[in-house]
């Protein structure tokens, strides 16, 4: 094994993780190589803080500021049908919905009549064309000496 994977086995010792024959081979190595050696205690070290730091903080803690935080709302579109607005502002929706709905309606009733009364006109008109049309005296063509030839 080289020295970067006794440096592995080092962090599974100090999380009581490694296995017993394992444990031989890492202190034999540590008793031949001082950089190793130097690993480990450097490694013994930041875990020893780790772990003080844990314990001065409880689990608990980690527990009761996940339940104040705020419950994160997720948009949906089923929600949107479900925000509460005030009945009279609903009321109110409703009436002006209606009277615009109305009003285009009536819009609507008004631009279909003159259109009715433009076509009436219209078909009026071209019956009136046709019988001028078939009122005017059939031309007559009558050919002309040219006597000056
Ligand atoms: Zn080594």
């Known amino acids: ?10 962090y599974e010792f100090l999380e009581n993780e ?35 730091d844990k314990n001065l903080f409880p689990e608990s803690l980690d ?3 996940f339940s104040k935080l705020p419950k994160e709302k997720s948009f ?8 509460k607005i005030p009945a009279y502002l609903a009321y109110t929706l409703v009436a002006i919905v209606i009277l615009l709905s109305l009003t285009l309606l009536n819009e609507v009733n008004k631009y279909r009549n003159e259109l009715l009364q433009t076509s009436a006109q219209l078909k009026e008109q071209s019956k009136t064309i046709e019988l001028l049309y078939n009122c005017l005296p059939p031309v007559e063509v009558h050919p002309v000496k040219n006597t000056n030839l």
């Open 63 to 65: 527990e009761e500021i």
């Open 76 to 83: 949906t579109f089923a929600s949107f049908f479900t925000v």
């Open 18 to 52: 490694l296995k017993k024959e394992d444990r031989k081979l890492l202190f034999s190595h540590l008793g031949e190589c001082e950089a190793c050696r130097d690993y480990f205690s450097a490694a013994a070290l930041l875990n020893s803080t780790i772990v003080e």
């Open 1 to 10: 094994m080289k020295c970067s994977d006794y440096q592995l086995c080092i």
